[in-house]
């Protein structure tokens, strides 16, 4: 019996493929579907650390639940269910070799390029004068292409992407329009639960029947950062560190003990209080993001659990 998602083996009804990502699993089903599902790993600098995470698949997967259904009106995605806490199905899509990434803010990699002296991100200009976490005049899309597993996904500017050929001018006209569309949702959910959403990326894909849809989780932890929005600007007024809602405290805890993601360095000891911690935190994070209460699916054994609730929903 497993309490937590590490290295998933299934074989469901209609199953024809497995692709295994750093955190995430995902099963073809027949002609059209895919079954995501979000394990409890936990990746860090491109790493995955050698324990799991109780609850974090599921906090995770309600999460991207949650904000794809409160913004299918504006973009389609790729949702058709979610038969389990840790579980999404969806329509099997063509992805584009591209991740959109979309800043409002100036910070983590985007602040130390401007640092370095960089004044051009993906080939976008950023002003003199900035100063960490301060506010762009509008959100910028610094695209990144998406990388093998284990490798550094790569910045790329527009004109590289059109040039390449890697996303059609009007396919990437639209990721362009989805993109804007969706991070001024995400900035009006944020704001409503007293948080700035500061910068995310999008995935997106291209069903069989043609249409542009938004795939993988959107306004995660994992895929965005958040500000608090209380006491934002006193803090920017003294050019001191924003507190912030990701799992960058977990990359801080890291850098505190010496690892980096870099060759030869060691994990650091995920002990169980500093697993329990980091469920906690991702849990707290959970309520923060959503305003609601997180409630503990059970995982007395959810490899089980799992298993047939997909299978159950597949036969029906």
């Given amino acids: 019996m497993t309490t937590t998602i590490n290295d998933t083996n299934y074989n469901f009804p209609g199953q024809k493929a ?9 099963y073809t089903v027949g002609n059209d579907l895919l079954v995501m599902i979000a394990t409890d790993r936990l990746s860090a600098f491109d790493v995955i650390m050698p324990k799991q995470i109780p609850y974090k698949g599921q906090i995770l997967n309600q999460i991207a639940s949650k904000m794809l259904d409160a913004t299918k009106d504006i973009v ?8 389990d806490p840790n579980v ?3 329509h099997s899509c063509e992805t584009f ?7 409002g803010y100036l910070t983590g990699h985007a602040w130390r390029e401007y640092k370095s002296g960089k004044r051009t991100l993906c080939g976008v200009a950023m002003p003199d004068g900035m100063i960490e976490n301060q506010k762009f005049e509008k959100p910028i899309i610094t695209p990144s292409t998406k990388a093998a597993i284990g490798d550094h996904d790569e910045d790329i500017s527009r004109e590289a992407i059109l040039e390449q050929g890697i996303v059609s001018k009007e396919d990437y006209e639209q990721l362009e329009a989805y993109t804007y569309a ?11 639960q007293g948080l700035i959403l500061v910068d995310t990326k999008y995935e997106f894909g291209k069903t069989v029947d043609g249409k542009i849809v ?4 959107i306004h995660t932890p994992d895929s965005s950062r ?6 934002y600007e006193e803090i920017q007024a003294k050019d001191q560190k924003q507190k912030q809602l990701s799992k960058e405290f977990v990359r801080e805890w890291l850098l505190e003990n010496g690892f980096q993601g870099k060759e030869g360095q060691a994990v650091p000891e995920l002990s169980e209080e500093k697993i329990a911690e980091i469920s906690n935190r991702y849990i707290e994070l959970y309520e923060k993001i959503t305003g609601e209460a997180f409630v503990k699916a059970d995982i007395s054994d959810v490899a089980l659990r799992i298993e047939n609730n997909v299978t159950q929903f597949l036969n029906s």
């Avoid at 389609?76 to 038969?83: D, E, R, Y």
């Avoid at 070799?97 to 800043?103: A, F, L, S």
């Avoid at 958040?226 to 006491?231: K, L, S, V």
């Fill in 18 to 26: 497995i692709y295994k990502g750093k955190v995430r699993e995902v």
């Fill in 76 to 83: 389609p995605n790729w949702v058709v269910a979610t038969p």
């Fill in 88 to 90: 999404t199905v969806g």
């Fill in 97 to 103: 070799k591209v991740e959109m990434v979309i800043r």
């Fill in 182 to 192: 969706l991070f001024e949702r995400g900035t009006e959910i944020a704001a409503k």
């Fill in 214 to 217: 938004v795939i993988d989780e």
């Fill in 226 to 231: 958040y500000f608090y929005a209380d006491g």
